[in-house]
């Protein structure tokens, strides 16, 4: 969150003209210190499009990369390597999945449809049960691999939302890349404490 402001403040004395700052599909209707942090980073990125002259700030919302370090198929990956047991958090978890190449082109896309301080968002078909993808990858193994099902941990959701309350999926330019409209956020706000808490995140979103 300060990361991001750091980065704005940056790009507003450098002249800048994109800004495409990346979220994540956590920063919808946020339960998490990510998913808050993330989504005050796509508020302050709006403050800046609307007070930082004629460049262009914009925030993209990821779901699970695939490939990416710290993505679930390579933590499966790993467990499974090491000869298990491979650990799901729950039964029903689902999680939207998008390829690296997929990844790139919203980023650039973004840059050239996206209107200043919008989020989009990429259209990532179905969310995919991660119990299953387990199962598929343990039976591709051919390895006598254990599932463990751990439990969800505090911030965690069964499912991920795209879209946060009273967000519109509206897609003016592209079939498949959402336009949202995002609230900006005072950006003095983060100077009255450390912002380094749940309780302050939500404190923050709370007040604007």
Not at 5 to 26: C, H, W, Y
Not at 55 to 63: C, H, T
Not at 101 to 120: H, K, N, R
Not at 152 to 181: A, C, W, Y
């Amino acid at each position: 969150m300060l990361g991001t402001l750091t980065m704005l403040k940056a790009a507003q004395r450098s002249g800048v003209e994109v800004f495409v700052n990346i979220s994540t599909d956590k920063a919808a209707n946020p339960i998490s210190v990510l998913g808050y942090s993330k989504r005050i980073a796509e508020r302050l990125t709006a403050e800046f499009a609307f007070n930082s002259g004629p460049g262009k700030y914009i925030s993209v919302r990821f779901g699970n990369v695939l490939g990416s370090r710290g993505s679930v198929l390579m933590s499966f990956r790993d467990q499974i390597t090491k000869g298990g047991p491979v650990t799901v958090t729950h039964r029903g978890v689902t999680r939207y999945f998008m390829t690296i190449s997929e990844a790139v082109q919203l980023v650039i896309q973004a840059g050239a449809i996206g209107s200043t301080g919008e989020v989009l968002v990429l259209d990532m078909g179905k969310p995919v049960n991660i119990y299953e993808v387990a199962e598929q990858l343990v039976r591709n193994s051919g390895k006598p691999i254990k599932i463990e099902v751990v439990g969800l941990r505090v911030g965690e959701k069964v499912h991920e939302e795209l879209f946060g309350e009273n967000e519109i999926d509206e897609r003016p330019r592209h079939p498949l890349i959402s336009h949202v409209s995002v609230k900006p956020i005072d950006q003095t706000s983060l100077n009255t404490e450390p912002a380094d808490s749940r309780e302050l995140m939500i404190k923050l979103l709370e007040e604007q």
